[in-house]
């Protein structure tokens, strides 16, 4: 199995008397509509350097980054009148019940799946439930434990983008805890020494990976290569956050935006799996200067008309949902494809109808799903509604 990617990004939140960049929920969207699209890719390749989007991963680091700008945004000046528990909670109802349903959808995939490893072997329902246990409550998995279903070292083994939501959760605790508190030079050091760890962890493939595709698993440091991606782009936003101060509205932000993103995410990999110090260069100048910049103009810039903000909205309120979700039904493509030894050529027309699928599948779940539960959940804690798309 080939390594798995993707993270929410949290863009939204309840944000009082401030405006709301509907072009960053755009471009939320739009990478992970891309992350959808890479994952459909990675079915058909035999490692890194002959995936097509090959740099689909990437979107990971550009969600960390848009959630550090909306998460300082939205709470930076509110904590004067905010308890961490409070915080925490609004947190939990914002991101917890997808986590929740994408490992019910985990589960409920890999029993239709036949119950059984990549390798063949049965596994116990004990197991299973272990699994979806850990995945609901967003627990990590240990590679060669029971709860270890799939047998490739996933930390979230029935739905496996859960890992990005894991350090998604970590960087909410560390900047409630901590970063909250540095001063803006302060910082600007973390975030630098953070971009200095990072490029080393890169530019020596700590994780024996030859790319920064990394924190999946526990296995090969893959654990300090999550921790750092996460670290450096979410503290990035809260710097971004704090010292941007839009000039000129860019015309067409929202597009320009996406058409870089859409050309940015296919590179193919630079260099060879032995050489990757080219590869490296090109992915830390998207996450460290390239991304930032996206972010800057979409900030700066304004959706152009009505029929820009309802694509922009449409494409906010799914993307949480369909990066979420969408991974059990790849293992069920997967396990097609690999099953039947099946190339692009013969499996475009399901691919092409997995992708759509997952879109009616968020929409069907913020809709029915994961609006209702949180709007029932924020009713009953705190007695007041929240906005539903945030």
């Given amino acids: 199995m080939s390594k ?8 939204s939140d309840s944000i009082a008397a401030k405006p709301h960049y509907h072009l960053l929920d755009g471009l939320r969207g739009v990478a992970a509509l891309i992350v959808i699209i890479y994952h459909v890719f990675e079915g058909f390749a035999t490692n890194a350097s002959d995936q097509h989007l090959n740099h689909g991963y ?3 680091d550009f969600f960390f980054i848009l959630s550090g700008f909306v998460i300082g945004y939205a709470y930076d000046d509110r904590w004067k009148g905010m308890t961490l528990r409070v915080f ?9 019940p997808m986590v929740v349903i994408g490992a019910v959808l985990g589960a409920v995939t890999f029993l239709i799946q036949g119950s059984v490893k990549w390798d063949g072997s049965s596994v116990p329902m004990s197991a299973v439930l272990c699994a979806f246990l850990a995945g609901a409550c967003l627990i990590p998995v240990m590679p060669g434990s029971i709860a270890e279903v799939r047998g490739n070292g996933e930390l979230f083994p029935l739905n496996g983008p859960t890992w990005s939501l894991f350090f998604e959760y970590i ?9 909250r508190r540095f001063s803006t030079m302060a910082l600007a050091v973390f975030v630098f020494l953070a971009g200095i760890l990072m490029g080393i962890v890169s530019f020596t493939d700590l994780c024996g990976s030859g790319n920064m595709g990394v924190g999946w698993t526990m296995a090969n440091h893959n654990l300090i290569g999550g921790f750092l991606r996460m670290s450096f782009s979410f503290s990035l936003g809260l710097l971004l956050a704090r010292i941007y101060r839009p000039g000129m509205k860019v015309k067409g932000a929202f597009w320009w935006c996406s058409l870089a993103l859409v ?13 990757h110090v080219m590869n490296s260069v090109y992915e830390l100048v998207c996450i460290m200067v390239i991304f930032p910049a996206i972010v800057c103009v979409a900030v700066g810039g304004d959706t152009a008309g009505q029929r820009s903000k309802r694509i922009c909205r449409f494409l906010g309120d799914i993307s949480y949902p369909v990066y979420a979700i969408h991974y059990p039904v790849m293992y069920l493509f997967y396990a097609w494809l690999w099953d039947n030894a099946l190339s692009f050529s013969d499996a475009w027309p399901v691919a092409l109808t997995v992708v759509a699928g997952n879109i009616v599948l968020a929409y069907l779940c913020i809709r029915y799903y994961d609006a209702p539960v949180r709007r029932w959940l924020a009713d009953r804690r705190s ?8």
Avoid: Q
Avoid at 171 to 179: H, K, P, R, S, V
Avoid at 263 to 275: C, F, H, R
Avoid at 383 to 390: G, L, P, Q, T
């Fill in 58 to 60: 990437l979107a990971v």
């Fill in 383 to 390: 007695h007041r509604k929240i906005s539903v798309v945030d």
């Fill in 263 to 275: 050309a940015l995410l296919p590179v193919p990999y630079l260099g060879t799996l032995d050489s």
């Fill in 171 to 179: 960087g909410n605790i560390l900047y409630a805890i901590f970063l």
């Fill in 88 to 96: 925490f909670r609004r947190r939990l109802i914002r991101l917890h």
């Fill in 4 to 11: 798995i990617i993707t993270s929410p990004g949290d863009l």
